[in-house]
């Protein structure tokens, strides 16, 4: 069982970045079919920010789309999000998630919430104006 833990966040200008970095604490990326990271902004749902397949496949949100690159490594089992342009509206708690369902999708808006079997405690990413 895949247990996740973020790292990374903190409080940045707009215009500027993060990293982000989720790592597997037991069991291992290699067997997550899908990862992924989300945020939950305060009075919002939590939305899929950016996912990436075991084939290393990743998709978007429109949001953050030529912003932030979601990648793996399974060798060092992490996943991170690079982020860059950061502006207000992307201040959330941040998320990793994983799932091992193999004919569920892998797709930040196509994926449902409720397929992802892991998740991570969260790390705070603030922007200022």
């Known amino acids: 069982q895949e247990q996740l833990a973020e790292s990374g966040g903190g409080s940045v200008q707009s215009g500027g970045s993060l990293r982000l970095s989720c790592g597997v604490v037991?069991?291992?990326?290699?067997?997550?079919?899908?990862m992924a990271w989300f945020r939950q902004a305060p009075g919002k749902e939590r939305e899929a920010v950016a996912t990436?397949?075991?084939?290393?496949?990743?998709s978007y949100a429109d949001s953050v789309k030529g912003r932030f690159t979601i990648s793996r490594d399974d060798a060092k089992n992490t996943l991170y999000l690079e982020m860059s342009s950061l502006k207000p509206e992307d201040t959330a708690m941040y998320y990793c998630?994983?799932?091992?369902?193999?004919?569920?999708?892998?797709?930040?808006?196509?994926?449902?919430?409720?397929?992802?079997?892991?998740w991570g405690q969260g790390t705070q990413v603030t922007v200022s104006s």
């Open positions: 037991s069991g291992a990326t290699g067997s997550a079919n899908c």
């Open positions: 990436i397949h075991l084939s290393r496949i990743a």
């Open positions: 998630a994983a799932h091992t369902l193999p004919f569920v999708g892998c797709n930040a808006v196509l994926t449902p919430t409720t397929a992802y079997q892991y």
